[in-house]
């Protein structure tokens, strides 16, 4: 599990086609790997990744054929910046929120704005994910945890302080790159319980009025 809160910009060192998928190398230039051991998971930019090399300044992971088809890992290139973020620790503080480094799905960055010191960002997301994003939720784009502001249809708006886009990749993205998204995982188990899905089980009406979903 991790934060959604970055702690380094990486870049990608190399990458190494292996049996039919690939072996990412990852400089993680500041990032302090003394405490990660072989077989830790690592997110890089939202993706989690199990290390199977660790050097001084950066580490190796083998990325499988459906990872790379469903996130932004399959277009990286040698040079490209990574957001970075070491696993959870259950001493450590909760920043951002829980998220699981397994995305959900490629979303597109539509339009960028100033707004005061800050910048509004939107996003369009595939009409499968839409369902899981409300105002005020959650949202975890590229491993960052960010705040949803509004919902429009496929797309919604977050905004983006001064520190948020000089310390991740967000310095770098452009209208019409292609981020990964990972949502809020209890917008998931809310819509198993109220019947979302087939096979759900269901709760009651009293249940849901107690808590205010009813």
Known sequence: MFTGIIQSVGRIARLEPRGGDVRLYVDTA?????????GDSIAVSGVCLT???LEARGFSADVSNETLALTTLGKLKAGDPVNLEKALRLADRLGGHLVSGHVDGVGKVVSIAPDGRSQRW????????????AAKGSICIEGTSLTVNEVNGLRFGVNLIPHTVEHTV???RRPGDAVNLEVDVVARYVERLIGGGEGSPRLDEDFLKKHGFA
Do not use: C, G, Q, S
């Open 30 to 38: 500041d990032l302090d790997l003394a405490d990660v051991k072989l």
């Open 170 to 172: 967000f310095h770098a």
């Open 122 to 133: 939107t996003f369009e997301v595939p009409a499968n994910l839409a369902r899981y994003i």
């Open 51 to 53: 290390a199977v090399t």
